[in-house]
């Protein structure tokens, strides 16, 4: 009787179901090098180009070791069938008297002039992280489908656009003489600073992005 009980319990028992195999996620990146004055832009809070101590406007302003300077890049990340895609900007040499600005918006991601919208072209996170014997900051903006969409559609330049909170800036370039405090010297603290895509480095983007329609999602880190 034992014997024909553990054959008809070895007929009935059910096969365990095997776990399908974890799906490895690929990561690209494209880095965008500053090829002249024209990818960079720095301005005051008042919207006004920020310029040297001897009035000139070069698109950057550089205390050592802080700088105006964002590098640019996209990103690609692919789980599956799913291919999703980022714009990330990084400021180097952050500390607590130079990063980016806790006024809101403080960061934004613009196509042929147009701001796109948080939640729903966009995704942003805004992070820090060790980079070598500094810190930086890391500003990735997430593509949702509409945002792609502009992308791809894009006619004349990306751009990214951040605004900044630097005390070495407030008496840097054209404010080196501001008093401290002042409204000048408050409009060089906070300014805004930012990379332009255009021209070839636009096409080399859109080649990247693609045109395919695959599912998209957000959450590139």
């Given at each position: 009787m034992a014997l024909w009980l553990a054959s008809c319990a070895a007929q009935n028992a059910v096969p365990e179901e095997t776990a399908a195999p974890a799906v490895a996620s690929v990561r690209q990146t494209l880095a965008f090098p500053v090829s002249g004055p024209g990818d960079l832009f720095v301005l005051k809070a008042d919207g006004t180009p920020f310029k040297d101590e001897k009035g000139?406007?070069?698109?950057?302003?550089?205390?050592?070791?802080?700088?105006?300077?964002?590098?640019?890049?996209?990103?690609?990340?692919t789980l599956g069938a799913e291919r999703r895609f980022a714009i990330a900007v990084e400021l180097p040499y952050i500390d607590a008297s130079h990063n980016i600005s806790d006024d809101r918006p403080a960061v934004g991601l613009e196509v042929d002039g147009f701001t796109l919208r948080e939640g729903e072209a966009v995704d942003s996170v805004i992070s820090t992280f060790s980079r070598s014997k500094d810190r930086a900051s890391r500003v990735t903006f997430n593509?949702?489908?509409?945002?792609?969409?502009?992308?791809?559609?894009?006619?004349?330049?990306?751009?990214?656009?951040?605004?900044?909170?630097?005390?070495?800036?407030?008496?840097?370039?054209?404010?080196?003489?501001?008093?401290?405090?002042?409204?000048?010297?408050?409009?060089?603290?906070?300014?805004?600073?930012?990379?332009?895509?255009?021209?070839?480095?636009?096409?080399?983007?859109?080649?990247f992005i693609g045109t395919a329609t695959a599912e998209q999602g957000s959450g590139v880190n």
């Open positions: 000139i406007y070069k698109g950057e302003i550089k205390v050592e070791p802080y700088t105006s300077r964002l590098d640019f890049m996209a990103i690609s990340t593509l949702l489908p509409n945002g792609l969409e502009r992308l791809r559609a894009a006619k004349e330049r990306v751009a990214v656009k951040v605004r900044l909170r630097s005390d070495a800036f407030a008496s840097a370039g054209e404010c080196v003489r501001a008093t401290p405090g002042s409204a000048p010297a408050s409009g060089c603290r906070k300014p805004y600073i930012g990379r332009t895509i255009e021209g070839a480095a636009l096409k080399k983007l859109k080649d």
